[in-house]
C-alpha cells in the first residue's frame, strides 16, 4: 500500500529564518512524483514544489527546495528566508502509477513575526 | 486565465437529502480529480477522470457517491442521502494530461450535513 507520513502536525518558524518540514512515504514503485502542495486559510491548494524520482537532482524553487533521498523514501521540505506568507498548512502527496494522489496528513506552519 | 471554479462555495443541507457539487476545471486539462478534506485531515482521493476513458472510481467510500463528467469540461458529484460523516470541504483539482502533471485546485466546497 502507498502511504505518506508526516510526522510533524504543527511547526513555527521566525520569520527569515529557515525551516524544514518532514515527508516519507511508502510504495513499491521505481519511478513517480513527489509534490509538496499549500493550503493557506484561504483554502485554495497551491503546488509549492515537484519532485521526479528518476531525478536525483533535487528540486528547487525560488526559497523552496526539498531533499529528496530516494532510497530512504525520504521528501523533505526547505523553506528559506521565511516570509509571514509561507503561513499555511502543508501537505506532501505521492502520485502512483495509477494516476491516485496519495497526501499526508498535513503540517501546520506558522511564521512569527 | 481562469483557475479551477467550484460551486457551491458552502452548503447546509439536512440528513437524507441529495447534494450535487459542481466543478469547472481549466480548460484544456484531459484529466480532473475529486478530493474530500475532512476537518484537520489530509486529502482523500475520490474519482479521478481522464478524457474519454472510464473513471477511476476506486476511492468513492460507498454508492452513495457517484461523479459525472461530460467529454473534457464541468464535473459534478453527487452524495445521496447525505450522512452527518460526508460533512467536510470536496476539492476538485484538474491537469494537463496523466500522471506526473501539476495539479490545480479549485477553492472546494465546504459541504455540512445537519
Known amino acids: 500500500a502507498q502511504t505518506v507520513t508526516q510526522s510533524q502536525p504543527e511547526m513555527s518558524v521566525q520569520e527569515a529564518e529557515t525551516v524544514t518540514l518532514s515527508c516519507t512515504y511508502d510504495?513499491?514503485?521505481?519511478?513517480?512524483?513527489l509534490f509538496w502542495y499549500k493550503q493557506p486559510p484561504s483554502r485554495q491548494m497551491i503546488l509549492v514544489i515537484r519532485q521526479e524520482a528518476y531525478k536525483q537532482q533535487n528540486a528547487t524553487e525560488n526559497r523552496f527546495s526539498v531533499n529528496f533521498q530516494k532510497a530512504a523514501k525520504s521528501f523533505s521540505l526547505k523553506i528559506s528566508d521565511s516570509q509571514l506568507g509561507d503561513t499555511a498548512m502543508y501537505f506532501c502527496a505521492f502520485i502512483s502509477t495509477g494516476n491516485q494522489f496519495y497526501f499526508g496528513t498535513g503540517t501546520s506552519l506558522t511564521v512569527i513575526p | 486565465g481562469a483557475g479551477v471554479s467550484q460551486s457551491p462555495s458552502n452548503k447546509v443541507t439536512e440528513k437524507g437529502k441529495d447534494v450535487e457539487l459542481r466543478c469547472d476545471p481549466i480548460?484544456?486539462?484531459?484529466?480532473l480529480y475529486w478530493y474530500r478534506q475532512r476537518l484537520g485531515q489530509g486529502l482523500e482521493f475520490l474519482i479521478y477522470?481522464?478524457?474519454?476513458?472510464?473513471?477511476?472510481k476506486s476511492g468513492l467510500p460507498s454508492d452513495r457517491f457517484s461523479a459525472e463528467r461530460t467529454g473534457e469540461s464541468v464535473s459534478t458529484l453527487t452524495i445521496q442521502r447525505t450522512q452527518q460523516e460526508d460533512s467536510a470541504v470536496y476539492l476538485c483539482a484538474s491537469s494537463l494530461g496523466g500522471r506526473g502533471e501539476t495539479q490545480y485546485f479549485g477553492p472546494g466546497t465546504r459541504l455540512l450535513v445537519l
Open positions: 510504495t513499491s514503485e521505481n519511478n513517480y512524483y
Open positions: 477522470f481522464q478524457g474519454n476513458s472510464a473513471p477511476d
Open positions: 480548460s484544456g486539462h484531459t484529466a
